[in-house]
């Protein structure tokens, strides 16, 4: 099941992320569309170059009575790379060119997580030549209660293009791939948004 919430008042911790904290009930992140960049996320054009996208592995923030300071479960840690392959697949399905992170492997493990440094991964994106970048992060507020968000920015500007969220009941595989295909079909997707490269 997924649900869609309202606004609440961030956490301390919260005011220093680019993703808000949940501390209570559970808020949707704000959409941000951008128009500079015209139409067509949906449908890549075959006349013209595909439009290069990063897609950023997803990040866990558990703020759950469980936390474990090692960091996240095995179990979860597989998780995040599901709902990360299934942007991806989803991505190219669309006819976007999804990069290669590997290039700049050694960057990005310094630099994570992204949540917290302010825009550190948009050098990174543009060092792999992408025009769109997409960073995610999942909160655990508990084994029943988690989200996942999602951030889309124009790796030249910085600018956000794209920002939402979705609430998923149950920490299993299902209720993860489930609340990301759900942000990929309704808002990574739809309506349309397109990098420069594309008509």
């Not at 501390?23 to 067509?40: D, F, I, K, P």
């Not at 923030?61 to 095995?74: A, C, F, N």
């Not at 299993?172 to 739809?190: A, I, K, P, Q």
Request: aromatic share 4%.
């Amino acid at each position: 099941m997924i649900a869609r919430a309202g606004k609440k008042s961030p956490s301390e911790e919260a005011s220093r992320m680019r993703f808000p904290v949940r501390t209570g009930r559970l808020l949707g992140l704000a959409l941000a569309l951008s128009t500079s960049l015209g139409t067509g996320l949906g449908a890549v054009s075959t006349a013209q170059a595909a439009t290069r996208v990063a897609v950023f592995e997803f990040e866990l923030l558990d703020t759950s009575s469980e936390v474990d300071i090692r960091g996240p479960k095995p179990e979860e840690i597989h998780r995040l790379d599901l709902i990360t392959d299934e942007v991806r697949r989803r991505l190219k399905e669309a006819g976007y060119d999804v990069l290669d992170l590997s290039p700049q492997q050694a960057q990005i493990v310094e630099a994570t997580p992204f949540r917290n440094c302010n825009g550190c991964e948009l050098p990174i994106a543009q060092a792999l030549g992408a025009q769109i970048e997409v960073i995610g992060l999942v909160q655990k507020v508990s084994n029943l209660i988690l989200n996942i968000n999602f951030q889309l920015r124009d790796v030249a500007t910085g600018e956000v293009l794209r920002a939402d969220s979705a609430d998923i009941r149950n920490n299993t595989d299902e209720s993860w791939l489930r609340g990301v295909s759900y942000l990929v079909r309704n808002r990574l997707l739809d309506p349309p948004l397109t990098g420069k490269a594309a008509p």
